[in-house]
């Protein structure tokens, strides 16, 4: 089997910090990342290459092992349970997983309905609560869903609240803190170990350097 | 529930058609063979058993379990696994005269599919328990046998992952005191969320050297060195006695000579929940899912017997995915006749058989396209028209 590392990256705001991240860890990646529309990518002189999914899909690859590394957030993982290791939070792109809804409005008795593009994240956090809610699922512009009375809350990634605010929405409770974390699949994790855990090392220094105040970070 | 096609088949059941059945059948014989060579006997369970018995006893998690009911109301389940199955049979017969027992199955297994396609709902495992003996040769002899198995089926590069289920269940005991917490803590290893470990060793209340110890867990892996180091982190012989256990099987890998495919991984945590001490994975090339797993377990005693046992099962499917690269060698042949010639053709394939070799027979006018189907066979011979004239 050959040694290269296949890496799984999220589309958009996460693949720009994490493509830094790798670059300041030392990782030499061809210019034309940054503004690439293809979906694979090699950097043959590393010994990668990458394949570029949305964001909801990257634990899918690697726990499937089409890809041995991933880069996927916290909520993905939440929300997903794939089969993977979750070896090394990267601290990048931070927000949370918050509910949501109208100012000063109860949730329906007989039938609380939530809306969300996680709902199994959105049922074990009601459910926790002691509250059975009806899920309904969405796959974007989940703050229509009490504007115009599909829900009653909705489940959400919050990062700055300006999306919340200025549709006149409130946040209610946080649920959990978000960010992004590098996965690996388990037989890629025993087979290329040297790969991986020099990779690991190298991005830890990178996120210790950082300025992270987080004690865990020092005992990798 | 719309009305369902013809072709469809209930959610990750599927068929094997004969080349993968061909390819199926001669890893499982050579496998097989193996077992036999070794002195495994091969046995035989029901296809159905007890939701309550086998079904509870199995590690497989219930939502995955296929169940149905019996005439009587007794609910049974499809077998999960064929290891509770076998612990049954052994407890209740095998086992009467205390000796060691080698035991080999081939068998189809059933687990629901909980989530997308990708993973099948019945597959065969083929693997083999050698019960009521506890000694630390026979947990090496099954890994060496699990070696030998995948080497003869030509299987080009694998590894195979030890650990102990009793030295992170000791350290964290030892370091946290109550059970409730060493849960906790095992629940992130399982789950391999190793960030989630991190944080939550880190927001216990403990000396730094504690947590240290804690957090060298996950570094655990690799060759005999890893003995070494896991010496280092234990206290007050807690945790020692799985130490002693790995050392000694390190010594027994050494001597069959396999010690080049076997690595130490002391934070594998099965979500088999019956294993009791060493317990191992068999990764392969190519293939995202481990191909086998194994390891001692103490599961008779739920059947009544006191006595442990140590085993392993292969994902034959597992196996046919890695094995992707490796053909078949096409030794078809096929003897086309014609009714004159009829009586002469059948004597050839006779004779051909006779000889262990494949030959189709096939009539002339019952193919319409005679050069496709000639492509599928290797060889062919005319026996067509008047005697003498091929």
């Known amino acids: 089997m050959n040694n290269n590392l296949t890496i799984a990256m999220p589309k958009g705001r996460i693949f720009e910090e994490a493509l830094e991240l790798l670059r300041k860890a030392g990782y030499k990646l061809p210019p034309e990342f940054d503004d690439s529309r293809k979906l694979i990518i090699e950097a043959a002189a590393e010994g990668l290459r990458f394949i ?15 890809a041995d590394v991933g880069i996927a957030g916290k909520d993905v993982l939440l929300e997903e349970e794939r089969d993977v290791y979750e070896l090394l939070d990267l601290k990048i792109s931070p927000c949370y997983l918050a509910v949501a809804g109208l100012p000063n409005t109860q949730m329906n008795e007989v039938a609380p309905r939530v809306a969300s593009k996680y709902p199994n994240v959105a049922e074990a956090y009601f459910r926790a609560q002691g509250e059975q809610v009806e899920i309904i699922k969405l796959n974007g512009s989940i703050e229509l869903a009490p504007l115009i009375g599909l829900s009653d809350r909705i489940v959400d990634i919050v990062s700055s609240g300006r999306t919340l605010k200025e549709n006149g929405l409130v946040e209610y409770e946080r649920i959990v803190d978000v960010t992004s974390r590098l996965i690996v699949n388990p037989v890629s994790y025993r087979l290329k170990d040297t790969r991986i855990d020099e990779l690991v090392t190298r991005l830890h220094e990178v996120v210790a350097e950082g300025g992270s105040s987080d004690e865990n970070s020092k005992n990798i | 529930m719309s009305r369902l096609f013809m072709f469809e088949k209930p959610l990750g059941m599927r068929d094997t058609l004969p080349e993968l059945y061909e390819k199926k059948h001669q890893i499982r014989s050579v496998i097989a063979e193996t077992m036999k060579l070794w002195g495994y006997q091969f046995i035989e ?49 095998l086992l009467s005269e205390d000796l060691p027992v080698r035991l080999a199955y081939s068998a189809n297994v059933f687990r629901a599919q909980q989530r997308e396609g990708g993973r099948p709902a019945e597959f065969e495992q083929i693997g083999v328990e050698c019960l009521n003996e506890d000694t630390v040769s026979c947990d090496g002899e099954t890994i060496a046998l699990l070696i030998s198995s995948l080497k003869k089926v030509g299987l080009p590069q694998f590894q195979v992952s030890i650990g102990h289920v009793g030295f992170a269940q000791e350290l964290f005991m030892q370091i946290l005191g109550t059970n409730g917490r060493a849960t906790a803590l095992r629940k992130f290893l399982y789950e391999k969320n190793y960030v989630g470990y991190r944080e939550h060793v880190n927001s216990l209340q403990l000396s730094s050297i504690d947590k240290q110890r804690l957090l060298q867990l996950l570094q655990l892996r690799g060759g005999e060195e890893v003995i070494g180091k896991a010496l280092d982190i234990i206290e007050n012989g807690k945790g020692k006695q799985a130490i002693i256990e790995l050392q000694e099987l390190w010594d027994v890998i050494k001597d069959y000579g396999i010690e080049e495919m076997v690595k130490f991984d002391l934070s594998i945590v099965s979500h088999m929940s019956y294993y009791s001490g060493i317990l191992f994975e068999a990764y392969a090339g190519n ?17 009544g017997r006191k006595a442990t046992a140590t085993g392993f099962a292969v994902r034959l499917d597992m196996l046919l995915e890695a094995l992707k690269e490796v053909q078949l060698e096409n030794t078809a042949h096929c003897i086309f006749f014609s009714g004159e010639r009829r009586k002469e053709a059948f004597q050839l394939a006779e004779k051909m058989h006779g000889q262990g070799k494949l030959a189709v027979l096939q009539d002339i006018t019952g193919v319409k396209n005679l050069d496709a189907f000639t492509k599928r066979f290797n060889d062919t011979t005319f026996l067509i028209g008047g005697s003498g004239n091929e």
């Open chain 1, 52 to 66: 570029l999914a949305k964001p909801m899909d990257v634990a899918t690859y690697v726990e499937h092992g089409v």
């Open chain 2, 45 to 93: 369970t029901p296809t159905l058993e007890y939701y309550e018995t086998v079904g509870a006893a199995s590690a497989i998690a219930d939502q995955q379990l296929f169940k149905l009911l019996d005439k009587e109301g007794n609910t049974l389940v499809l077998r999960p696994d064929m290891t509770a199955p076998i612990a049954r049979v052994a407890a209740s017969k």
């Open chain 2, 287 to 303: 293939v995202g899912f481990p191909i086998g797993n194994g390891g001692r377990y103490s599961l008779i005693e739920k059947f």
